[in-house]
């Protein structure tokens, strides 16, 4: 089945550093998307990504579709302690509403 | 800002008991589903409701597993006879399904089978 696969696994930046991540998949998509986890909680939506869409921003996210090569990014700029999360993309196939995840990537921001 | 809730937080049973996990979606959503995620893995898709009947669900989702709408808040997961594998968070999300797509979570549930 689709799944989402990121890459890399663990990122810590300093504060005010950018923080990029990657995704990949291996089948066409209707939409992908990111969501943060922070440790313990809930999933929380950051932001969709159209299979038409090539980026979208969203206050200081930006996230990247490149649907020939089937990958995605998250760019997390001027990054905060409070940006101290898992973050994971999840990919939405034509005809289903079933969120298929990534493993996940761990982002640790130091203050 | 409405949210999806879910009880209990942590639910610890013995194996072969049945557990039966809570859910109060957001109140004009119409998709419901569940997720689990066991320690260390990809959050893993269960199931999906809609309109009061499963629309879709997962090779995990097997007899053992069941979900029920009781009273149109509610939103409910039975494991029948739990098993140690079942360990793991679960999460409930809903959908309004008008176009936007975007499931929210609720907090999750920690399931422990001993």
């Known amino acids: 089945s689709q799944q989402g696969e990121e890459d890399p696994q663990a990122l810590s930046i300093q504060e005010g550093e950018n923080a990029t991540m990657n995704c990949s998949y291996k089948?066409?998509?209707?939409?992908l998307q990111w969501y943060r986890q922070n440790s313990g909680r809930g999933l929380v939506h950051l932001i969709l990504?159209?299979?038409?869409?090539r980026e979208k921003h969203s206050g200081r996210l930006r996230v990247t579709l490149d649907t020939s090569k089937k990958s995605s990014s998250l760019l997390i700029t001027a990054s905060r302690a409070a940006d101290t999360a898992s973050y994971f993309c999840?990919?939405?196939?034509?005809?289903?509403?079933?969120?298929?995840f990534g493993k996940g990537n761990q982002v640790v921001v130091i203050p | 800002e409405p949210e999806v809730t879910q009880t209990p937080s942590h639910q610890v049973t013995q194996m072969g008991q049945e557990v039966i996990l809570r859910c109060v979606p957001i109140?004009?959503?119409?998709?419901f589903y569940w997720y689990r995620q066991i320690l260390g893995q990809k959050v893993e898709f269960l199931v999906s409701f809609y309109n009061n009947e499963i629309s879709e669900k997962s090779e995990i989702f097997d007899d053992q597993f069941s979900v029920e709408r009781p009273d149109g808040s509610n939103f409910t997961l039975k494991i029948r006879s739990t098993k140690l594998e079942d360990s793991a968070m679960y999460f409930c999300?809903?959908?309004w399904g008008g176009g936007k797509n975007i499931q929210y979570f609720g907090a999750g549930t920690r399931l422990s089978v001993l």
């Open positions: 089948t066409s998509i209707n939409n």
């Open positions: 109140s004009n959503h119409l998709y």
């Open positions: 999300a809903s959908m």
């Open positions: 999840a990919t939405v196939l034509y005809g289903n509403n079933r969120l298929a």
């Open positions: 990504i159209r299979s038409n869409e």
